[in-house]
T-cell receptor, first 114, second 109 residues
């Protein structure tokens, strides 16, 4: 099975603190995605990297998040100033290419903002 | 922007029964439609994709696509307790996926 690794699995932050989570994509995959999932509801797209370059992201990410893929084997998603509404499961996925390819998901980082 | 309506929100079927899940999409730009399954404490895993009108069968799972109606369904035959999970449909527009709200399936032994 494909294995996307995410760390940490659980993260607790106070309101106003910075948070950072990491993702190791499946080896050989060139596309990396981040999604946000609240209360086991739909996954909300956040940002997409192709060959480590950000190609698409929502406004919320531009305004309050920081996301980079410094290498093909590591990506990170950060929140500059955590708010209560950021409490969610953050899922990273990777695929061999962009459109049409299966996305393999990691187990997620569960962020709780107190 | 793509909107995906998924129904039902929850579904209980007896072991050995048939489970049917439905999705409608708002945007004709999606080329591929996916079904993902998420067990508690895990990330979603792809069950199957479909991009041509009609049915696609993989084992106990059958997906149906009607592009004209922007409608996708998933049928699970001979449901097993291990099928109990959260199921999502998703459509891709380019690379990113737009997900439905999910169906929580419970299979009663």
């Amino acid at each position: 099975d494909a294995a996307v690794t995410q760390k940490p699995r659980y993260l607790i932050k106070m309101k106003g603190q910075e948070a950072e989570m990491k993702c190791i994509p499946e080896k050989g995959h060139t596309a990396v995605f981040w999604y946000q999932q609240k209360q086991s509801k739909e996954l909300k797209f956040l940002i997409y990297f192709q060959n480590q370059q950000p190609l698409d992201q929502i406004d919320m990410v531009k305004e309050r998040f920081s996301a980079v893929c410094p290498s093909s084997s590591l990506c990170s998603l950060g929140i500059r100033t955590c708010e209560a509404e950021d409490s969610a499961l953050y899922l990273c996925s990777s695929s061999q290419s962009g459109g049409g390819a299966e996305q393999f998901f990691g187990p997620g980082t569960r962020l709780t903002v107190l | 922007q793509q909107k995906v309506q998924q129904s039902p929100e929850s579904l209980i079927v007896p072991e050995g029964g048939m489970a049917s899940l439905n999705c409608t999409f708002s945007d004709r730009n999606s080329q591929y439609f996916w079904w993902y399954r998420q067990h508690s404490g895990e990330g979603p895993k792809a069950l199957m994709s479909i991009f041509s009108n009609g049915d696609k069968k993989e084992g106990r799972f059958t997906a149906h696509l009607n592009k004209a109606s922007l409608y996708v369904s998933l049928h699970i035959k001979d449901s097993q307790p291990s099928d109990s999970a959260l199921y999502f449909c998703a459509g891709d527009a380019g690379a990113k996926l737009t997900f439905g709200g999910g169906t929580r399936l419970t299979v009663r032994p």
